[in-house]
């Protein structure tokens, strides 16, 4: 037989429900903590991600050749493509 059908007031002895509140704060604590955590990567993958996606391309610029990153070309550039390099 079950101990709580033998003694139902085993549930409403006082202090009984500080277990259960423990338990939930430490989900919480456990779900916070990930959250944060996940958060950190994520950040760190898209600063990543952007300096992965920041490529040095040659340009031509007034007739002079510079060589500057994907996220400074305007409209009016000449990109110089050569073998082997990535089109912006």
């Given at each position: 037989?079950?101990?709580?059908?033998?003694?139902p007031?085993?549930?409403?002895?006082?202090?009984?429900?500080?277990?259960?509140?423990?338990?939930?704060?430490?989900?919480?604590?456990?779900?916070?903590?990930?959250?944060?955590?996940?958060?950190?990567k994520?950040?760190?993958?898209?600063?990543?991600?952007?300096?992965?996606?920041?490529?040095?391309?040659?340009?031509v610029?007034?007739?002079?050749?510079?060589?500057?990153?994907?996220?400074?070309i305007?409209?009016?550039?000449?990109?110089?493509?050569?073998?082997?390099?990535?089109?912006?």
């Amino acid at each position: 037989v079950p101990a709580n059908l033998t003694n139902p007031n085993e549930y409403t002895k006082p202090g009984s429900y500080i277990e259960g509140i423990v338990i939930v704060i430490a989900v919480l604590i456990v779900a916070f903590v990930t959250a944060g955590n996940d958060y950190s990567k994520e950040r760190q993958f898209r600063s990543l991600n952007d300096v992965k996606n920041d490529i040095r391309v040659k340009v031509v610029r007034g007739g002079d050749e510079h060589q500057v990153a994907t996220y400074v070309i305007v409209d009016g550039v000449i990109v110089m493509l050569e073998s082997g390099a990535k089109i912006p």
